[in-house]
C-alpha cells in the first residue's frame, strides 16, 4: 500500500544532490563530485570534489546530514554539502568501514527511513543491508540475492521502501528498467512496473522522493548506445512505475538525494484506493439491495 505525500520540513522540492560517479570532465576534480541540481530544469551548481572515485548512494537523515557509499573503498562517508568532501564514518583513518570485500564490485544505492536507519541497496548482489552510522558497518538483510532483482537505488515514501532497477548491463543488453516496491526486513522486491520509453536508455540510477511525496530519479546516460548523453531527470509514478523526462543534466550521475525520508508524520495511512468498476448484473444487485433496505426503513418508520 502507498503512503500519502507529506512532511514537516522545509525542503525545497526541485533541488537534488548528486555525485557523477562516471563523466568525461577534462577537469578530473569535475567528476566523482558533489552536485546541487534544479530538478525542474537540470541547471547543476558544482559543490565540489568528494576525495572519493566511485561514490554511488547518497541520502539525507532527519536532521538534514548527507550520507554517501562509495563503491571503490567499501566506505560509508558523511558528505559535507558546502565543500563536496566525504568523510568517513568512524573518523579519517577508517576506509573500508563498511566490512565488506574490496574485490567485489557492488554498486551501491542508499536511503534512510523515517527513524534514521540507513540501508544499502548493492545492485550487482541483488542484496539489501542495514547500515550502522557510527561505525559504516553493513549489515545483509536475509541472504545475498534476497532481492531478485538488480536495484540501483532505493528510496523511502514513510514506511514504504521503493527500488529502481538497472537500466543496461555492462554488455548494453537490457536489465530490469523497472520500479521496485521492497520489504525492507526480508530483503525481497516485488515489481510494480516498467518506467517506459521516456526512461531508456541508461545503466545506474539515483532515485528520491521530495517532500511533497514527487518521486524523481536521474540517469546515467553515460556511453549508452548511440554515445554519451547527458544524465536524464525523471518523474515516476509510484503506482505504475511510468516515468516521465522533465529535463537533462550533468553527465554520469547514479545518485540522488532529495530531502529525508518524506510522509514520516503520516505513516499508516494510505492512499484511497480506486473504487472498482461493476459489471451491469453487480449494479443490478446491488441497486435493488439499496431499494429493498429503503422499503424496510420506511416500513420500520411507519410501523
Not at 543496461?168 to 521496485?180: F, Q, S, V
Not at 530483503?187 to 532515485?207: C, E, K, N, R, V
Amino acid at each position: 500500500m502507498l503512503l500519502l505525500a507529506g512532511s514537516g520540513m522545509a525542503w525545497a522540492e526541485s533541488i537534488g544532490w548528486a555525485v557523477n560517479s562516471r563523466g568525461n570532465e577534462i577537469d578530473s576534480q569535475r567528476v566523482d563530485a558533489l552536485w546541487r541540481i534544479n530538478l525542474e530544469t537540470g541547471a547543476a551548481e558544482y559543490v565540489g570534489w568528494t576525495s572519493y572515485i566511485d561514490l554511488e548512494g547518497l541520502a539525507f537523515n532527519t536532521e538534514g546530514d548527507l550520507f554517501g557509499a562509495d563503491d571503490d573503498t567499501k566506505t560509508l562517508i558523511k558528505v559535507n554539502q558546502t565543500s563536496g568532501l566525504g568523510i568517513p564514518l568512524g573518523g579519517q583513518g577508517n576506509r573500508n568501514n563498511m566490512g565488506l570485500p574490496l574485490s567485489e564490485n557492488l554498486d551501491f544505492g542508499m536511503a534512510l527511513d523515517c527513524n534514521n536507519q540507513a540501508w544499502v541497496v548493492s545492485s550487482a548482489q541483488q542484496s539489501l543491508f542495514k547500515a550502522d552510522l557510527e561505525s559504516g558497518e553493513l549489515t545483509t538483510v536475509a541472504e545475498a540475492g534476497s532481492l531478485g532483482a538488480p536495484i540501483s537505488d532505493i528510496a523511502f515514501l514513510g514506511d514504504e521502501l521503493f527500488g529502481i532497477g538497472v537500466g543496461l548491463n555492462a554488455d548494453r543488453t537490457t536489465a530490469a528498467p523497472h520500479l521496485y516496491a521492497i520489504e525492507p526486513e526480508s530483503g525481497q522486491a516485488t515489481l510494480i512496473g516498467a518506467l517506459g520509453d521516456a526512461a531508456h536508455p541508461y545503466f545506474s540510477a539515483g532515485l528520491d522522493f521530495d517532500e511533497s511525496g514527487v518521486l524523481w530519479a536521474v540517469t546515467d546516460r553515460r556511453a549508452v548506445p548511440g554515445g554519451d548523453f547527458p544524465s536524464a531527470i525523471l518523474k515516476i509514478d509510484p503506482l505504475t512505475g511510468q516515468a516521465e523526462k522533465i529535463a537533462e543534466t550533468v553527465i554520469g550521475l547514479e545518485s540522488l538525494a532529495v530531502g529525508p525520508a518524506a510522509a514520516c508524520e503520516r505513516r499508516g495511512m494510505v492512499f484511497p484506493q480506486p473504487v472498482p468498476l461493476l459489471s451491469m448484473e453487480a449494479l443490478v444487485v446491488l441497486i435493488l439491495a439499496m431499494l429493498t433496505f429503503g422499503v424496510v426503513q420506511v416500513r420500520a418508520r411507519f410501523a
